[in-house]
T-cell receptor
Framework: DADVTQTPRNRITKTGKRIMLECSQT?????MYWYRQDPGLGLRLIYY???????NKGEISDGYSVSRQAQAKFSLSLESAIPNQTALYFC????????????FGPGTRLTVL | GNSVTQMEGPVTLSEEAFLTINCTYT??????LFWYVQYPGEGLQLLLK?????DKGSNKGFEATYRKETTSFHLEKGSVQVSDSAVYFC??????????????FGKGTKLSVIP
């Protein structure tokens, strides 16, 4: 089984809808991250969390919110989706003891019409 | 702030050709450097890393040396295979404050290897 899983893997929605993307990990890591990937732009950090009570904004947090329900679960929400949020979204985890290395989930492809 | 610049693609090579993907960085302090690979339809996987100057990271025939004097971390492979076709990302990790280490990625270089 994969160490970092994301659901759904693909989602098509309409402008204005609320969307939640979920991430779960079995690696026992304390740190979790959400990124978005756009063609030609690499990966950009949306939010990150160092433990259940710690949430931090990343480079591009506007229009997004997150929830860290447990050490193993980190959800990303789009309260009112807009077309320019169409992208590939990745969850990642890391261990504070090996803080430099992150492990990525398979991604969620989100299309907002 | 921290930044990573890598050569733009796409790069198309014939099987067994030599590969170089250039990567340079700007960072405060002493970052760790990484190459991640993304195969079609998959997430990113760590390919190799180097945590201090002059370190050489290597994996699956790929190598990169941390060059502090030129702020570079170029990826090389002597003989590419069709299975190496993927997008390659250079990244750095540096302290953003209070022990908060975050990855900063380059924009990615798409490699296609043809038989």
């Amino acid at each position: 089984d994969a160490d970092v899983t994301q659901t759904p893997r693909n989602r098509i929605t309409k402008t204005g809808k609320r969307i939640m993307l979920e991430c779960s990990q079995t690696k026992g890591h304390d740190r979790m991250y959400w990124y978005r990937q756009d063609p030609g732009l690499g990966l950009r950090l949306i939010y990150y969390s160092f433990d259940v009570k710690d949430i931090n904004k990343g480079e591009i947090s506007d229009g997004y919110s997150v929830s860290r329900q447990a050490q193993a679960k980190f959800s990303l929400s789009l309260e009112s989706a807009i077309p320019n949020q169409t992208a590939l979204y990745f969850c990642a985890t890391s261990d504070s003891g090996r803080r430099h290395e992150q492990f990525f989930g398979p991604g969620t492809r989100l299309t907002v019409l | 702030g921290n930044s990573v610049t890598q050569m733009e693609g796409p790069v198309t090579l014939s099987e067994e050709a030599f590969l170089t993907i250039n990567c340079t960085y700007t960072a405060t302090g002493y970052p760790s450097l990484f190459w991640y690979v993304q195969y079609p339809g998959e997430g990113l996987q760590l390919l190799l890393k180097a945590t201090k100057a002059d370190d050489k990271g290597s994996n699956k025939g790929f190598e990169a040396t941390y060059r502090k004097e030129t702020t570079s971390f170029h990826l090389e492979k002597g003989s590419v295979q069709v299975s190496d076709s993927a997008v390659y990302f250079c990244a750095l990790s540096a302290d953003s404050g209070a022990g908060s280490y975050q990855l900063t990625f380059g924009k990615g270089t798409k490699l296609s290897v043809i038989p």
